[in-house]
């Protein structure tokens, strides 16, 4: 890609949003560490759960780097806080309830299932520098290899 083709960096949307253990995070707040969010659809459902479960895995080696890790969904803060103890996670969850952010960020979308509609989130992961900017995304992700190819990107910022 020529220099000239590439596009200026995009912001990161700022929230804040209530987390599991009741605090609120606040985006801009974090800076100026690198953030990575990762947009999962439900929480307890098999993919998710690996996903979650791989972040909790590699945090150590994120945190080592500086880097702030947090999943989000529309599920509830109570709901995080069972998903949490089920699992063992040690990944920060955020409840966007209303999908405030989750539409700020594009992942809010019609998705199908069995012949139905309807609206729900795009598995999606966001690598945030530590002056808010969008480093890195992925949409549509597949969890099997994700959670290490974002830690790669991240060893890069």
């Known amino acids: 890609m020529s220099q000239d083709a590439r596009q200026e960096p995009v912001i990161a949307p700022d929230f804040t949003l209530p987390r599991d253990g009741g605090e609120e995070v606040t985006l801009s707040g974090l800076r100026p560490a690198p953030v990575v969010l990762f947009f999962y659809p439900r929480d307890n459902t098999s993919g998710c759960t690996k996903e979650a479960v791989g972040f909790s895995g ?3 080696e994120f945190e080592a780097l500086g880097v702030k890790v947090f999943g989000i969904s529309k599920d509830s803060v109570a709901s995080h806080e ?3 103890a ?3 996670l040690t990944v920060p969850l955020l ?3 209303d999908a405030e952010a989750c ?3 594009g992942v809010w ?3 199908s299932m069995y012949g139905k509609t309807f609206m729900g989130i795009e598995r999606s992961t966001f690598l945030i520098d530590g002056e808010g900017r969008i ?4 949409r549509k992700v597949k969890v099997p290899g994700h959670v290490e190819e974002v830690l790669e990107a991240a060893k890069a910022l």
């Open 58 to 60: 590699l945090l150590p």
């Open 82 to 84: 069972k998903f949490v």
């Open 86 to 88: 089920k699992q063992g």
């Open 95 to 97: 409840s966007d309830a």
């Open 103 to 105: 539409e700020r960020y």
């Open 109 to 111: 979308k019609e998705k």
């Open 135 to 138: 480093a890195r995304e992925w």
